[in-house]
């Protein structure tokens, strides 16, 4: 007899706005997904802020979304805790970063901040650099440079100068530290192996070798002007890397250096570059040829003491300051050790957050990790376009195809899938690029829905944050960072009642398990969305 499996369907980035200027969500035609939310019980959930273990008003994104969902508890995350740190004042004590500055010391040398300039809450956020500033001159550095990298994905797309700002008012303030660069995180923070892009903000700040600015606020406006001759969106995501010609703070041998970014996956490559330069030497074959181009440093740095704000991965030689808790017990293990089986799958932009992230390995540092019992894994590739807007509709109709197959099979109990469309389209802000995103993964929702009225299976639609709702700010200027508006949870059980008030993303893990016939493990300590009647 075959199974009736549960689908949970992620809609990621789909969130909830009553708005309609620059809402794709709205604008789009889905009859599929629209007449679903209008037939069955369907309840608007929190997915920002300290819903899912972040600051009041912070927006969520696909990560903490993820985790959130699969622990079956509210996740704190690193941003609130270094938040928790910096507030008790434990973090001005840290031993890793206090010894940074003795090694500074210790060889009369530089000590250098870097990481992403941004209040995105994603990879970092800015106030925890001031801490590091205040850190550095409380105990007694005598150099310390930073290296900015500017962000334009996660918030507004020319928000820079304002942050530059804010961390300039700082050091004057305190009258202490100097901006040594400044560079878009295309290229410092490129987490794909393109190593080219890596090395033209290693050359910036190691050689001196690049673009220069005396007043940052030009430089900002030449690259916004310069930037779409070349192709690029006017996004500090994509700023040339730049040298302040007042300043001398290239990162030379025996210096320090913390990378302040908190999220791993856009900090190992140039970490690794700095502490570990032959790795990316001889690169694996893949098909008979190489993944990527080979590439060594120039110069290969020597005794740079490098501190990993957080665990990035085992190729990034140095100490690691701070770590989480590992998350015990959540649903894929609970769903394993039960010996019920299951089914994550997604594109490649979205493989890690049904994998990896649902699982609660929250520091994920690339390496897979061993599959849990009974559970299949499926990666559909990501079309290999520059930017989505180009293609839409992605790899939704491979990743449907792909499940109906498996589905067929009538062995799953749970299914975790995700679609990107909403998401990654969301963040090009080209609202006919994310309307069509979102009409084609429509479709592929029409395709499923079928085949669960046919075997009577249990599916769910929901999202992890907002970002397709909102591809326009107050000023009506394009907006490609996430939202803090709720998302949607709906069931095809019309016999049930769903929460009305105070539902979270961790509190669909619970649901699913109760849909079982089980009860959630002590460790999840939200409950249901079903209201026992």
């Not at 802020?49 to 995350?77: D, F, T």
């Not at 190593?195 to 903000?201: A, D, I, P, W």
């Not at 970490?271 to 570990?276: E, F, Q, S």
């Not at 998401?423 to 994310?434: K, N, P, Q, R």
Request: glycine share 8%; charged share 25%.
């Amino acid at each position: 007899m075959k199974k009736r499996p549960i689908i949970l369907t992620i809609l990621d980035g789909y969130g909830y706005s009553k708005k309609i200027k620059g809402n794709a969500v709205r604008a789009a035609n889905t009859p599929n997904i629209s007449g679903f939310y209008k037939k069955y019980p369907t309840v608007l959930i929190e997915a920002s802020g300290e819903a899912v273990g972040l600051p009041e008003g912070q927006m969520g994104n696909s990560e903490v979304g993820h985790q959130n969902i699969g622990a079956g508890r509210i996740v704190y995350q690193s941003l609130t805790y270094i938040n928790q740190l910096i507030k008790d004042g434990r973090f001005f004590e840290n031993e890793i970063f206090i010894n940074a500055v003795k090694h500074t010391l210790k060889y009369n040398s530089k000590l250098h901040l870097m990481g992403l300039v941004s209040d995105g809450g994603v990879h970092s956020h800015i106030t925890h650099i001031t801490a590091f500033l205040d850190l550095a001159k409380m105990h007694g550095a005598k150099e310390v440079y930073l290296h900015a990298l500017m962000d334009g994905r996660d918030v507004s797309p020319q928000a820079g100068p304002e942050y530059i700002q804010y961390l300039v008012d700082h050091m004057e303030k305190i009258k202490f530290g100097k901006l040594a660069t400044i560079g878009g995180r295309y290229y410092g923070m490129d987490r794909d192996k393109n190593l080219n892009r890596t090395n033209v903000h290693y050359d910036a700040i190691v050689n001196r070798k690049g673009l220069f600015f005396s007043d940052f606020r030009k430089y900002f406006k030449e690259q916004y002007e310069t930037l779409p001759k070349n192709g690029f969106d006017a996004s500090d995501e994509f700023l040339v890397p730049a040298i302040n010609e007042k300043v001398y703070g290239q990162l030379g041998d025996n210096d320090a250096l913390i990378f302040f970014n908190f999220r791993p996956d856009r900090a190992i490559q140039f970490g690794t570059i700095v502490t570990n330069p032959y790795f990316y030497q001889n690169p694996p074959l893949k098909d008979g040829k190489p993944e990527y181009k080979a590439f060594v440093p120039n110069p290969i740095l020597k005794n740079i003491y490098y501190v990993c704000t957080m665990k990035y991965a085992d190729s990034v030689r140095g100490p690691i300051a701070l770590s989480l808790p590992k998350l015990d017990n959540g649903l894929g293990v609970f769903l394993a050790d039960k010996g019920y089986t299951q089914l994550r799958i997604a594109e490649t932009e979205k493989y890690a957050h049904v994998t990896f992230f649902f699982d609660g390995t929250v520091n994920y540092d690339g390496v897979e990790k061993p599959e849990l019992k009974g559970c299949r894994r499926i990666l559909v590739p990501s079309p290999k376009v520059a930017t989505y807007d180009l293609q839409p509709e992605m790899s939704a109709p491979g990743v449907t195809a792909a499940l109906l197959k498996e589905l067929d099979k009538g062995d799953l109990d749970v299914v975790i899938l995700n679609f990107a469309n909403p998401d990654m389209v969301g963040h090009t802000a080209i609202e006919s690029a994310v309307i069509k995103a979102l009409e084609a993964v429509d479709e592929c929702v029409g395709r499923i829905l079928k085949w669960v009225h046919k075997h009577d299976a249990t599916i769910m639609i929901t999202a992890d944050h907002g970002n397709s709702e909102k591809l326009l700010d107050e000023d009506g200027k394009p907006f490609t960072a996430h939202t803090t508006n709720p998302v949607r949870f709906a069931i095809n059980r019309k016999g049930i009642k769903l929460m009305e008030e105070g539902g979270k993303l961790s509190n669909i893990a619970p649901t699913i398990i109760e849909l079982l016939g089980e009860t959630p493990p002590v460790e999840m300590s939200e409950p249901s969305l079903i209201i026992k009647q």
